[in-house]
Structure formats: structure tokens, C-alpha cells
């Protein structure tokens, strides 16, 4: 399966927040979209604003949509092709869209979050997206350099928000995360911003299947202080790797890797407080907001 190769690509960073050309490697297949919704909407004798009004969008996301510079949901999708008579033309799309929303390196990432059965994730640098309200990752994309455009933020912010989904799967996976206290601290977007976020941990971190836990900054060891990485187990128990840096990322499947990084993942998390301290904690700092 492609996923089970080892990924390398550039001009990546957190998160899979990659930089202006890594968003455009999925540009071909949004635009072959956008040309069939476009040709189909003007057969079908409709403007961009009547159509626009029974899919509940506006004239101009509209034409962002048939001009490829926006992937419409797959809601809209069904309801394209249902208001166009386009008899599943446009519905054959979703899969590839839905790949498309992510960065070349990180699609395959994407696509094992909703196989697993079990993730764990150590973070030092920003909140885990699973774990980001909107406010949040609306401050991280900002703060891009050299800016993102307003399309590929919200391209952004929509598929990052679709990925929580994993959280409201049945059965439910089982998830861990582990994140250095420092990222707890960081004003990404504000007091504001950070108080909701801090909150929404709060909320998650009551799931009976997702344990998080904070590794305080005054730890004397740390198994973790080689960087953050994810590993993610599927159901028919292969593991798979994945780790970010600042120009690089990969997902490997090679088992001792995997192996390795899972059993310092279990020494990472009995280093950090434990779920019920951890909760604390975060209750804790949200009281100095």
C-alpha cells in the first residue's frame, strides 16, 4: 500500500503547516474539479449567485471553488451534484479532493489517523492540530513566512478541523498525547486564544479514550529530547512513524524504528505527570490567564 513507503518532502514544518508550493502539489486535481463544476453549473443555465444560494455559499466562494483556489466540502460536493442533475459525476471527485486538501507528505499521515487504532503523539513546539480549536490554528497560520493566501488558510483550517473526526469514531481509537509544558505556555494569538484552547484540552482530556499528559519544564529526565514524533498503530498492528522538522518529514514503516520509537514513547510518558496531574495542571495555568 502506498502509505507502508517511507515519505521524505521539503518545506515542511508543525503540524504539516508546509509552505505555499507543498499546498499546490494536490492544484491539479482541485482544478479538474473546479473546470467539471464550472461546465456543468453553465449547461445547467445557472449564475454563480442562484447556485450559490442553494448550496448556501456565496456568488465568490463560488468562483473560488471553479477556480481551484478553494476545495469545497463534502457536503457541498453531494449538493453540487444533486442541484446539477450531474448523476454522481461530480461526487467521484471527493476522495481525491479530500487528499488534496493536505500537503503532498503529509496525505499519507492523514490516511492512517483514520485507520488507527491506537496513536500516540510527543509535542514540544505547538499543540497537537488533533488537539487545536479553530481560534488556534487560525494564530499558528498567521504567523506563516512568507504569508499563506486567505484560500490556503482556510484550506487549511477546514481539513485540520476534519481530521478531529478521529475523536467521535466507532470504535474508538485508542490516543496519547504527550506535550512539554512549555507548549501550554506559548500566547499563540493571545490570552484569548490560549484560554480557549487550554479549556478544550480540558474537555478532551475528560474522553475516556484519550489520555493527555504535560511534561513539566523542571523534569530532570526526558526520554523525548530528541524532538517530536507520532506513532501510529492500525488495526492489523503495523506501526508506522511519522516525524516533522523544520525542512523535512517522514513516515516510516521499518519495525525497529517503529518498535524503538513506541517503547520511548512509553519512557516519555512515565517521565511526564500523570492524566489526573496533568488536568490539574492545565486547570492550574488557566487560572493565571
Known amino acids: ?56 455559499y ?5 468562483a473560488s471553488f471553479e477556480q481551484g483556489r478553494r476545495i469545497p466540502p463534502p457536503r457541498a460536493i453531494d449538493r453540487s451534484d444533486e442541484v446539477l ?12 479532493l479530500e487528499r488534496a486538501q493536505y500537503p503532498a507528505f503529509f496525505q499519507g499521515m492523514a490516511q492512517l489517523e483514520k485507520q488507527a487504532i491506537e496513536l500516540l503523539a510527543y509535542d514540544t513546539m505547538v499543540i497537537k492540530g488533533l488537539l487545536q480549536t479553530e481560534e488556534y490554528m487560525r494564530a ?3 504567523m506563516r513566512r512568507p504569508p499563506l493566501d486567505d484560500e490556503t488558510i482556510e484550506q487549511r483550517v477546514t481539513a485540520r478541523l476534519a481530521r478531529q473526526d478521529i475523536f467521535d469514531r466507532r470504535p474508538a481509537p485508542l490516543l496519547s498525547f504527550v506535550m512539554d509544558e512549555s507548549v501550554l505556555r506559548h500566547r499563540y494569538g493571545g490570552k484569548g486564544v490560549l484560554r480557549g484552547q487550554l479549556e478544550h484540552l480540558l474537555l ?44 523535512t518529514s517522514s513516515l516510516a514503516t521499518d519495525p525497529e524504528q517503529t518498535v524503538l520509537a513506541a517503547a520511548r514513547y512509553g519512557i516519555i510518558r512515565s517521565q511526564a505527570l500523570t492524566p489526573r496531574e496533568s488536568l490539574d495542571f492545565i486547570e492550574k495555568l488557566l487560572g493565571e490567564l
Do not use: H
Not at 214 to 230: H, K, L, S
Open 140 to 142: 499558528l497560520l498567521a
Open 58 to 62: 456565496s456568488a465568490s466562494t463560488i
Open 85 to 96: 442533475d450531474a448523476g454522481g459525476l461530480l461526487k467521484v471527485w471527493k476522495d481525491q
Open 1 to 56: 500500500m502506498a502509505e507502508e513507503q517511507p515519505v521524505e518532502a521539503p518545506e515542511s514544518g508543525p503540524e504539516g503547516d508546509a509552505g505555499q508550493t507543498a499546498d499546490k502539489s494536490g492544484q491539479g486535481v482541485v482544478a479538474a474539479f473546479g473546470q467539471s463544476l464550472k461546465t456543468l453549473r453553465t449547461r445547467a443555465g445557472m449564475e454563480r449567485e442562484e447556485f450559490g444560494k442553494r448550496l448556501g
Open 204 to 247: 478532551i482530556g475528560q474522553r475516556r479514550n484519550v489520555e493527555l499528559q504535560v511534561m513539566p519544564t523542571d523534569c530532570e529526565d526526558n526520554a523525548g529530547v530528541n524532538g517530536p514524533f507520532t506513532v501510529v498503530t492500525r488495526k492489523d498492528g503495523k506501526k508506522f512513524l511519522y516525524v516533522e522538522a523544520q525542512n
